[in-house]
């Protein structure tokens, strides 16, 4: 599958539009579980649920057509990426619409975790987070956007940013260490 993904997003690099909608029943299911996995800490009365997140984030992907894309990994982080910025545009309707009402938290699960795995984070809060690391460290704000948002491995990570696995490691730490600083959760 790894390679079916591959070929049809040079494809679709190549400026093959209908590439895309051969890619999505490919990744559908590894798309549906990352929403999920977004919105299973949610309040409960989350009014967006996994399957609209996901194809949302569809309907903007397919305005990334001349996208380059690299591979599999490289197109969930993107997909990763979209799905992060819906969850933030909703989150911020949402309180503006209730004024100071229930906050919109995500868990950040073991793997990725920040502080605790106790606690949650306020998904607009680190979303500041993560742009004030990129107004001096771009590259750890997109490492922390794919390891976070877009679920992708060490290695996959890797493979995106172009860099080592020991780089990721490394400047994984450092982006935790600052985000916790910063969220202070």
């Known amino acids: 599958m790894p390679n079916d993904v591959t070929e ?3 494809r679709l690099s190549e ?12 990744i559908y299911k590894e798309l549906k579980l990352l929403a999920g996995s977004y919105l299973k800490n949610e309040r409960v009365n989350h009014t967006l649920q996994p399957t609209a997140l996901v194809h949302e984030a569809y ?3 397919i305005d990334h057509t001349r996208m ?12 990763a990426t979209i799905m992060r910025q819906i969850l933030i ?6 309180r503006a619409r209730k004024r ?7 868990q950040l699960d073991e793997s990725i975790v920040i502080v605790s795995d ?9 979303d500041e987070a993560l742009k004030e690391l990129a107004k001096f460290d771009e590259f750890k704000s997109r490492l922390v956007e794919l390891r976070y948002f877009g679920g992708l491995s060490v290695e996959e990570t890797a493979t995106v940013l172009g860099v080592s696995e020991i780089t990721v490691k490394r ?10 600083e910063t969220i202070q959760v």
């Open 8 to 10: 049809l997003l040079i």
């Open 89 to 94: 545009d909703h989150a911020r309707r949402h």
């Open 15 to 26: 400026g093959n539009e209908n590439a895309v909608n051969e890619i999505f029943p490919l």
């Open 100 to 106: 100071g009402g229930a906050e919109e938290n995500l």
């Open 118 to 126: 106790e606690k949650s984070v306020d998904l607009l809060a680190l």
């Open 171 to 180: 400047h994984w730490r450092l982006a935790k260490a600052f985000l916790a």
């Open 59 to 61: 309907l903007r992907l």
């Open 68 to 79: 380059n894309w690299q591979n599999r990994a490289h197109f969930v982080g993107m997909a």
